[in-house]
T-cell receptor
């Protein structure tokens, strides 16, 4: 596709439910990033994939958060036993290269609300 | 831990005015500096990327500068228009635990009044 796409755009979950958020990066992009943006804040890094390898998961806030990219294209961010503090916009970004100086292109985000 | 600060948090200007948005960062070991625009309920649109070896980049009415020694970047918007109203975010790219990740400021919310 022309850009990064994410689905669903909005998700409402009851506390304790599991959710799965999908990201389709720009075709051919090697690098994929997940960020979390709380209301009124800038995005914060969660995790990074280079192709199918998850090279950095230092930003994941707890072991309830899990991400995968099994075939090196589409990625899924899963949150188990959701809590109210998980409410945020989850942004996915992709870039063409493997290192720095690569411009990151962002998707529209998934707004998660946990009741 | 790297920190990126943006001042002011909000700015309101009349249409046609030139304006400057400020961004400061604590860690000079930055690989590049990227400016984004975010419209309400939308994702981030990349505006300009300045590599650490560069001092500025220009695109249309936008000009961004980078001064690593002072830890500052500015985004200059010429002849502002109501369509420029949005939140502007700056982000520094740093080497992390296994990736080159972006550290963002909280943004400056710009309102251009017709």
């Amino acid at each position: 596709g022309a850009g990064v796409s994410q689905s669903p755009r909005y998700k409402v979950a009851k506390r304790g439910q599991d959710v799965a958020l999908r990201c389709d990066p720009i075709s051919g992009h090697v690098s994929l990033f997940w960020y979390q943006q709380a209301l009124g804040q800038g995005p914060e890094f969660l995790t990074y994939f280079q192709n199918e390898a998850q090279l950095d998961k230092s930003g994941l806030p707890s072991d309830r958060f899990f991400a995968e990219r099994p075939e090196g294209s589409v990625s899924t961010l899963k949150i188990q036993r959701t809590q109210q503090e998980d409410s945020a916009v989850y942004l996915c970004a992709s870039s063409s290269g493997q290192g720095y100086i690569d411009e990151q292109f962002f998707g529209p985000g998934t707004r998660l609300t946990v009741l | 831990k790297q920190e990126v600060t943006q001042i002011p948090a909000a700015l309101s200007v009349p249409e046609g005015e030139n304006l400057v948005l400020n961004c400061s960062f604590t860690d000079s070991a930055i690989y590049n500096l990227q400016w984004f625009r975010q419209d309400p309920g939308k994702g981030l649109t990349s505006l300009l990327l300045i590599q650490s070896s560069q001092r500025e980049q220009t695109s249309g009415r936008l000009n961004a500068s980078l001064d690593k020694s002072s830890g500052r970047s500015t985004l200059y918007i010429a002849a502002s228009q109501p369509g420029d109203s949005a939140t502007y975010l700056c982000a520094g790219e740093y080497s992390g635990a296994g990736s080159y990740q972006l550290t963002f400021g909280k943004g400056t919310k710009l309102s251009v009044i017709p």
